[in-house]
């Protein structure tokens, strides 16, 4: 069975930092790109960062660059984003998602939730001002 596992988020003030894990089971986690995502209550599904299979691709929203990476350990099943520099409109809960298609069609204009393999469950990111 094919299960994603986010963590990492929690409650930080403007500024702060969190690291975010997706840790894969039941694949072999070096054969799948793996998508970051984010919804806020009452707003799309939007892509936040992708990371190819091969780690020679990493992309991301243009809201978010410079202050979030994305990064895998293959060895250890996970995929990390670290975000720093957090502000009260980055409140919202993360999603991990295998992407098929290798980030190749990053960034997605709109998500649709049945275009990606596998899926988390989420993790909430609150950022107080």
């Known amino acids: 069975q094919v299960q994603l596992v986010e963590s990492g988020g929690g409650l930080v003030q403007a500024g702060g930092s969190l690291r975010l894990s997706c840790e894969a089971s039941g694949i072999t986690l070096d054969y799948y790109a793996i998508g970051w995502f984010r919804q806020a209550p009452g707003k799309e599904r939007e892509g936040v960062s992708c990371i190819s299979s091969s780690i020679r691709s990493t992309y991301y929203l243009d809201s978010v660059k410079g202050r979030f990476t994305v990064s895998r350990d293959n060895a250890r099943y996970t995929v990390y984003l670290q975000m720093n520099s957090l502000k009260p409109e980055d409140t919202a809960v993360y999603y991990c998602?295998?992407?098929?298609?290798?980030?190749?069609?990053?960034?997605?204009?709109?998500?649709?939730?049945?275009?990606?393999?596998?899926w988390g469950q989420g993790t909430q990111v609150t950022v107080s001002s």
């Open positions: 998602a295998s992407d098929p298609r290798d980030c190749r069609l990053w960034p997605p204009r709109r998500v649709k939730s049945y275009e990606y393999d596998y």
